[in-house]
């Protein structure tokens, strides 16, 4: 449980970090942003981009109707920087941090946080609509379910693709 206090606080002070430098820039826009992300889920949620920040909060969830023994909610949050490329071209890098609840295969699980940096590239289609590639190089993930706990480390283990809408 300690750990998991540190990693959120953490995690909370490097958002608003990213937050307090992107409300100097002054020039935020929201957005919704639909994704496929890892396993093939898909993930919906809510980003406000800066020119030099990005902030965000996501949800996926996994069901498996034929067996009923998955059923998975993943809320993300996510803050990072973001420098563009070019015109219409952004690459950005962050940290993400996600926590699964549900049932895996069966089994309960009772606690689970993943965190990791992340790096994506982002081009803008239109003035509304941003096309979002992210990998997470390296994630680290806690998980305890049906009473044992492990440790993951993945190399390029998360990621996905996203359109988000500008407003």
């Not at 496929?36 to 909060?57: D, K, M, P």
């Not at 295969?105 to 081009?123: A, K, T, V, W």
Request: a neutral charge; proline letters at 2%.
């Amino acid at each position: 449980m300690k750990f998991k206090l540190m990693v959120s606080a953490c995690v909370v002070m490097f958002s608003s970090m990213t937050y307090a430098a992107g409300m100097q820039a002054n020039d935020g826009r929201y957005a919704v942003q639909a994704a496929i992300v890892t396993g093939g889920n898909f993930g919906v949620g809510l980003v406000h981009y800066t020119s030099s920040t990005e902030i965000g909060a996501t949800v996926s969830g996994k069901f498996n109707n034929a067996s009923n023994r998955t059923a998975l909610f993943t809320p993300a949050i996510f803050a990072g920087f973001r420098k563009p490329l070019g015109e219409r071209t952004t690459f950005a890098y962050g940290l993400d941090l996600a926590s699964k609840f549900g049932q895996d295969e069966g089994q309960h699980i009772d606690e689970n946080i993943q965190i990791g940096p992340y790096i994506s590239l982002e081009q803008a289609l239109t003035n509304n609509l941003l096309l979002v590639g992210w990998i997470e190089p390296y994630t680290f993930e806690y998980e305890k379910k049906a009473g044992s706990s492990t440790t993951t480390q993945r190399l390029f283990g998360a990621g996905g693709l996203g359109l988000s809408y500008l407003f």
